[in-house]
């Protein structure tokens, strides 16, 4: 039987229609699939979907809207909504992880506090005195609780306090106490004079010195002969002029001889405060 034209230009349209269809691969594309796969493992991880919130109900229905128009979206905007779940998911994730953080965190810390009191009122000598240092510290007469949920000892606490109080100073804590380091630099070039940085630096030091007459002071000069004396006269002559006794300062020369310091040719010099000593 002879096909009207009409009837040939159907079956030429149908034909046309499923070979078409034939070249399109079956279920989701391939980047959609590893998204999901990627929901799953965030989904199957408890510390993440406790923790996920709005953050992970958001990479949900990005993908979820992929998914489903994926076939029928041009190549941008497909690329951009396949980086905007990506971006999405790895959100949730580290939202998720970082408030979990946060949790332990404070659970820690109040664990802290109720082994902290049980030691305090173990302590038959001890009466809780709890006053507030600026910023970083609170203090009871036994430990100190920083900012940040860890206790330190109470002398280590005044050093830490301290330290915030000299911002551009080189400084460290460490066990001889808190360390204020002039280099080299801070001297004139075989000299004993010191620079304008370190004059800054040392007005900074002394402005805190002032104002804890207790703490103690060694000013450590390392070298092998008398620049590294004289360079400590320099620095304790400094502070003493600007308010901090002389009598409260201690200098000496560190040699290469001594163990567990620098070689001799490190010619630095080491404030040392100590709020141990009273």
Known sequence: MRMSRDQWLLATAVALSVAGCATVPPGPPPEVVRLQSE??????????????????ANADAAVDVLSRNARSLDA??????????????????????????????????IER?????????????????????????????TVVRTDDGEFVPRARAELMAMQDQLPGVESRLDARGLVIRLGDYMFEPGR???????????????????NDTDAGIAVEAFGADGLADRRADSVRDYLDARGVDESRIATRRVGPATPGVLAANDRRVDIVIRSDIR
């Not at 506090?113 to 203090?139: F, I, M």
């Open 192 to 210: 004993a004079e010191l620079t304008p940085t370190a004059e800054q630096s040392l007005d900074a030091v002394a402005r805190v010195l002032r």
């Open 113 to 141: 506090e109720r082994l902290v009191a049980q030691a305090a009122r173990t302590d038959a000598g001890t009466t809780t005195v709890v006053t507030t240092v600026p910023q970083r510290v609170v203090r009871t007469d």
């Open 76 to 109: 941008q905007s497909y690329d951009q909504g396949v980086y905007i779940a990506d971006k999405l998911i790895g959100i949730a994730e580290a939202s998720a992880l970082a408030r979990a953080a946060e949790q332990r965190g404070a659970e820690l810390g």
């Open 39 to 56: 929901l799953d493992r965030l989904h199957g991880d408890p510390v993440i979907a406790d923790n996920g919130g709005t953050e992970l």
